[in-house]
């Protein structure tokens, strides 16, 4: 995937893969006003084992494909007037019986760590670029929505973190830094899960610089470090952030 999409990425969900939480997943968004569509399972270019055009009761009964291959891509369409975010998703995940069998471009660096905890990642991603980062696409509303979206999905699969970004879909967080409950880079938005806020004090995360810090439903918190995606923000702002985590690179690019 492009360096240049914006990225959604949930990492190390305890819940996905397990019976009915596609459909969770799915009938959350759904509540939320986003059309789910263009479902499949495996892809045109290995192997397609499953497709359906809309979500809908002939889908989910069939959804016992893709929970045997760990695999599922879908669009999902914001229900606005005028047109809004659309985003491709891609689920997968590995347990016991091996790894996923759809995808083209199925992260191989989720299972290259041995013995790592981490054994799902939820990724959506979009082309759509311009309606975040341009003034005449109010880019600042724009990233609120998604922020609301992103925020369902996490109090719907639980994952251990999850970021939001202009960058490479790998991101800069590995399965080993999560399983570690690390913070080796800082996103434009983080969600952190309770195991986070354990390690490293609900005060001191809510303290970090930054434009939105707030408790999610599960006692993780969600940290946000502008109010949109223009830019890589103030880079006072950027500077404070590398200085209060100890680290070297905060909305990293390259």
Known sequence: MSRD??????LCSETVGQLHSLELLL?????????VSWLGVGDTVTERFAFWKHYDEQARKGFGIAYSKHHLSFFVAENV??????????????NS???????TAWPWHLWRVKDSGCNSIVEAHSKD????????????????RLLELATVIYNTIHPRFAWIERCHWKGYTTPEDVDNLLIPHVYWANFLSPAYVHKYGES???????????QLED????????PSLVGTGPKTIIEEVKRYFKIDFVRRRK
């Open 27 to 35: 009938d959350a968004l759904q509540q939320v006003n986003y059309e």
């Open 81 to 94: 007037v005028g047109g809004g975010i659309i985003l491709n998703f891609e689920v997968r995940w590995r």
């Open 204 to 214: 001191f995360l809510m303290d970090a610089p930054g434009w939105r810090k707030e």
């Open 219 to 226: 006692g993780g918190i969600l940290y946000v470090l502008t």
């Open 5 to 10: 999409y914006l990225n959604v990425v949930f």
């Open 97 to 103: 019986e091996g790894n996923p069998s759809g995808g």
């Open 129 to 144: 670029t311009a309606m975040f980062t341009q003034r005449q696409w109010n880019p600042e509303g724009n990233a609120q």
